[in-house]
């Protein structure tokens, strides 16, 4: 007898709950109504995805099965951990000029992004990883940077207090005193993407910037700051 294979909904679905892994994980602790639906979705995702492997790894019901259900969600709830640890450590944030200045500062208070700002950051101090004006959507910096290179520096902290999704352009075009994006900008409203606000609750801007730290690109211009920097005593 052939083994049911997930349809195109099962699998719509299991790539968005693994696009919202470290929401999740997150989430899976707190007690109130998100976090109850937090747990529910990882499992429901780990066991979905413990199903498929089941089935890729074997579809022929008389070859006898060595790995239980059991174990391959215990394996997908690891990894979820393992991949979203960097979070719970020093993290950098990527901005150019002049975006990095303006959020220092405290002229713009949310930062614009196509992608949602992980649970986990919410509430959490951020390095401001400063670089020069380029290209919009375009990194300044490779995957791994060297402590002391001269292409980036710490010109700050900032701490998001909330994420949120534009739901229209009009409601973007209404915000424009917070983001600080013109209409016309490359990083302005775009209909085929979903534009995320990160609300800043909080800044600090440095009397002196300070050499960059040693980063590893975690998620697009999330980096791990891999040897944190004393940076305190430079703040205003």
Known sequence: MEADVPDENDKAAMAMAASMGSALASAVDREDAEGIAAREAVT???????????????????????????????????????????????????????????IVMGTKTVE????????????????VLETEENLAGISCLLDKVDAGDPSVQLVGTVTFGSCFAYSSKDEWLADEAHHCVPPDSSYGWSSDRIIYGWRVASSTRYEMPCPCPKLQRRQRSLFEVCCASSTGENSE
């Open 44 to 102: 429901a995702f780990a066991a979905a995805m413990a199903e498929l492997d089941v089935l890729m790894a074997d579809s022929d019901e008389e070859q006898p099965r060595q790995t239980t259900s059991k174990d391959l969600v215990a394996q997908r709830l690891l990894r979820l951990e393992q991949e979203s640890a960097w979070q719970h450590g020093p993290v950098g944030l990527e901005l150019q000029r002049p975006w990095s200045q303006m």
């Open 112 to 127: 614009t992004r196509t992608y949602p700002l992980p649970a986990t950051l919410v509430g959490k101090e951020i390095s």
